[in-house]
């Protein structure tokens, strides 16, 4: 099982590029998330989609948008980068919407540097 | 919104038990306790869930008092392999509504295990 897949690993950004970070699950689930990671901080809730065809901001929308293609993927894009958006990204997919049980699932992350 | 409050960090040393207490004062009836661990450059994985008295998995235990106002994660015997974060969520295991509540990590207890 690949559970949740998260491309690419590594991306480096010049500040104003844009690019849309991948996410897909293999788990038949209905909810996804899209979370940031800074050195030091929790993880912040940037977008999540509680079902195909819905989405809602999170704590941290600023700057991004998303797109749930269908049931299994997942997209994050930035539009335009800027160096604050330096982070790790986490993918995330649960059968419903909350993370509180077993059925939440973590992709390995995106590493991106804006310049 | 139940908030959390955890330890920054803790030390340890290889072979010792570990608890690390989650304080949650505005706990809710319906609420329950999940805890994550996330190991360095890795997505958070769910550990253990709870919601009253003593939960205990192959990996840990959980402890929580009658009132349920704090909950201590206790890790036996750790190894070097359990330094890592360890989040401790508390929320509305039945929330199917989309209240954010429920997907949000604060910043966690970061565990290091010394030889």
């Known amino acids: 099982n690949a559970g949740v897949t998260q491309t690419p690993k590594f991306q480096v950004l010049k500040t104003g590029q844009s690019m849309t970070l991948q996410c897909a699950q293999d788990m038949n689930h209905n909810s996804m998330y899209w979370y940031r990671q800074d050195p030091g901080m929790g993880l912040r809730l940037i977008y999540y989609s509680a079902s195909e065809g819905t989405t809602d901001k999170g704590e941290v929308p600023n700057g991004y948008n998303v797109s749930r293609l269908n049931k299994r993927e997942f997209s994050l894009r930035l539009e335009s980068a800027a160096p604050s958006q330096t982070s790790v990204y986490f993918c995330?997919?649960?059968?419903?919407?909350?993370?509180?049980?077993?059925?939440?699932?973590f992709g390995q992350g995106t590493r991106l540097t804006v310049v | 919104l139940a908030k959390t409050t955890q330890p920054i960090s803790m030390d340890s040393y290889e072979g010792q038990e570990v608890n690390i207490t989650c304080s949650h004062n505005?706990?809710?009836?319906?609420?329950?306790i999940t805890w994550y661990q996330q190991f360095p450059s890795q997505g958070p994985r769910f550990i253990i869930q709870?919601?009253?008295t003593k939960v205990t998995n192959e990996v840990a235990s959980l402890f929580i008092p009658a009132d349920r106002k704090s909950s201590t994660l206790s890790l036996p015997r750790v190894s070097l392999s359990d330094t890592a974060v360890y989040y401790c969520?508390?929320?509305?295991?039945?929330?199917?509504?989309?209240?954010?509540?429920?997907?949000?990590f604060g910043k966690g207890t970061k565990l290091s295990v010394k030889p």
């Open positions: 505005n706990i809710a009836t319906n609420d329950y």
């Open positions: 969520l508390v929320g509305d295991r039945l929330d199917y509504g989309g209240s954010q509540g429920n997907l949000i």
């Open positions: 709870g919601y009253k």
């Open positions: 995330a997919s649960s059968e419903v919407l909350r993370v509180m049980n077993t059925e939440a699932f």
